[in-house]
């Protein structure tokens, strides 16, 4: 291959890694032009305020127009997702977050985030599935496990809700939440003594 050749493939592999990167792989083979991207991007963060104000209307916005903008920015559409999970519309946060994951299916996030959906919905074991995915792609991730036993509590699958509580306070021994829910679980597998230890500690740490 002639040097230059080389070269001109080597800089186009930067740019689609920057790309991919920045805005998600889509994006950069899509031939969504860059200034199209840079538009989106300034809708998406506008978005992100207005979420945090708690003005959702005005957030979804935001969000439709970095989309129309950028149809596969995928960190537009799980936050839009997040939007409507706020607003309680599950079904349509459950259509964001699936359309993020098609976008980029290493978006853990996204996965846990339409977990948290599916629970909401009953759908337990959609949910326990989408946890196992975010887990296995961030193995630490706290958020996941301590979701994941969740789930297993409302199937009143304890042992496995407990072993989930305990890997999530292992990754942030801060988590009042997690230390109650787990204390729960002792109590409903008739281990109180673990009960009231988890109870005590969740109050401890809440207190601080």
Avoid at 24 to 47: D, H, L, Q
Avoid at 81 to 99: I, L
Wanted: aromatic share 14%.
């Amino acid at each position: 291959m002639h040097q230059s050749t080389r070269r001109g493939i080597q800089i186009i592999a930067v740019i689609v890694l920057f790309l991919c990167l920045i805005y998600g792989p889509a994006s950069a083979i899509s031939g969504i032009s860059e200034e199209k991207v840079k538009a989106s991007r300034a809708w998406f963060e506008k978005g992100g305020s207005l979420f945090h104000s708690s003005d959702y209307q005005a957030a979804i916005k935001a969000y439709d127009r970095a989309i129309k903008l950028n149809p596969v920015y995928y960190k537009a559409y799980n936050s839009r997702g997040n939007v409507y999970f706020e607003m309680q519309e599950y079904d349509k946060a459950v259509d964001d977050y699936t359309r993020a994951i098609e976008l980029n299916p290493r978006h853990h996030k996204a996965y846990t985030n339409r977990g948290i959906a599916y629970r909401l919905n009953g759908r337990y074991d959609k949910a326990i599935q989408d946890y196992t995915r975010a887990i296995a792609l961030v193995p630490k991730y706290y958020r996941a496990y301590y979701n994941r036993g969740i789930a297993y509590h409302y199937k009143k699958r304890y042992s496995k809700a407990i072993a989930d509580y305990t890997r999530a306070i292992k990754l942030n021994p801060r988590s009042y939440k997690a230390h109650y829910n787990r204390g729960i679980a002792y109590r409903l597998t008739q281990q109180s003594g673990k009960a009231a230890e988890d109870f005590k500690k969740a109050n401890e740490i809440k207190r601080r």
